[in-house]
DNA sequence: TCCGTCAAGAAGTGCC
DNA sequence: GGCACTTCTTGACGGA
């Protein structure tokens, strides 16, 4: 270790280490001057709380004068006063940016620095914030879209069953004995006929679970297109669209697989459940 | 006590 | 002049 050692006193800093600024170490005692130099002067007009080390030598005079200077850590009272003025306006104009070097004992330079990677700290910190928010926005849709699996996989079996019910009623239907004149006639109206592009649904339903896609090309839906929550069953959890970074170029909820086939199934669902309506007031018709 | 490692921050550089 | 990226310095910390 070199004999040349600078310490002086520093409440603090920003990162709560030790107030200590060592200067001028092995590898580098010449510039270990010029930092000297540069935390004096700061320190001098900032808080004027520092000292010389009784061990600080007379070796680095032999530099003296020399006008390059050394990075060196800035003094906490600095440091509170940069933060109040970034807390107020996190830009610098010429003006305050002069005002501040001045008052601080700094260097304009050493100001438009400071602010410029305070800046670049605070993005970093929001960057870091923006992702737990998607992380957790992520999350809430995982469970929503279990969720709507575990609801649909329920409604197509309820599908099924009401489907086996209905084959059986329009097996003793067919038989025109049991069926007394007003039954007979309830049993043509329209109202009691599968709709064509109901019973399409079923079949996509019951076939491919896929929500649909089959009726491409086929006689029009009567069913609402629009995903619609269901009262029931529907949990949702909360999954918002709030762009409020659109200004920093992010966006929490773009349109992609996921929330596309998440929007698939929430339309299976609501389909399913128009299907058992339909089919309890067949049932319902028929048996009495 | 020394040494290596690491995180944080000050400053440099190049691009727009 | 601001920003992204990088370099350099500092100081803390743990292990030998």
């Known amino acids: 270790m070199d004999?040349?050692?600078?310490?002086?006193?520093?409440?603090?800093?920003?990162?709560?280490?030790?107030?200590?600024i060592l200067l001028g170490s092995a590898k580098s005692d010449f510039q270990g001057f010029q930092g000297l130099r540069s935390a004096v002067a700061g320190s001098t007009e900032a808080s004027g709380a520092f000292k010389i080390r009784p061990f600080f030598t007379s070796k680095y005079e032999i530099y003296e004068g020399f006008p390059s200077e050394k990075k060196r850590r800035l003094t906490s009272e600095q440091i509170?006063?940069?933060?109040?003025?970034?807390?107020?306006?996190?830009?610098?104009?010429?003006?305050?940016?002069?005002?501040?070097?001045?008052?601080?004992g700094l260097q304009p330079r050493q100001v438009a620095v400071w602010f410029q990677n305070r800046r670049a700290r605070w993005k970093n910190k929001q960057v870091e914030r923006?992702?737990?928010?998607?992380?957790?926005?992520?999350?809430?849709l995982l469970i929503d879209h279990d969720a709507l699996i575990k609801d649909n996989e329920h409604l197509r079996s309820q599908v099924n069953l009401l489907l086996e019910k209905l084959q059986e009623i329009e097996k003793g239907a067919s038989e025109p004995s049991r069926?007394?004149?007003?039954?007979?006639?309830?049993?043509?109206?329209?109202d009691l006929l599968m709709p064509l592009s109901i019973h399409q649904k079923v079949e996509d339903?019951?076939?491919?679970?896929?929500g649909g896609n089959a009726s491409?090309?086929?006689p029009e839906s009567r069913l609402?297109?629009?995903?619609?929550?269901l009262e029931s069953g529907g949990h949702h959890a909360g999954i918002h669209c709030e762009d409020d970074m659109s200004d920093k170029g992010y966006n929490h909820c773009?349109?992609?697989?996921?929330?596309?086939?998440h929007h698939k199934l929430l339309q299976q669902q609501h389909e399913a459940a128009l299907l058992i309506q339909w089919l309890d007031r067949v049932e319902s018709t028929l048996l009495h």
């Open 254 to 261: 773009r349109d992609g697989v996921f929330t596309g086939h």
């Open 216 to 218: 491409a090309g086929k």
């Open 3 to 20: 004999s040349g050692r600078l310490l002086f006193d520093s409440p603090s800093t920003s990162s709560s280490r030790s107030g200590l």
């Open 130 to 140: 923006d992702l737990d928010l998607l992380k957790a926005s992520y999350d809430a």
């Open 179 to 190: 069926l007394n004149p007003a039954d007979q006639a309830a049993s043509s109206t329209d």
């Open 80 to 104: 509170r006063m940069l933060e109040r003025s970034f807390e107020e306006e996190n830009k610098l104009e010429p003006e305050r940016k002069s005002e501040l070097a001045k008052k601080l």
């Open 205 to 210: 339903l019951l076939s491919t679970g896929s």
């Open 224 to 229: 609402p297109v629009e995903p619609l929550l």
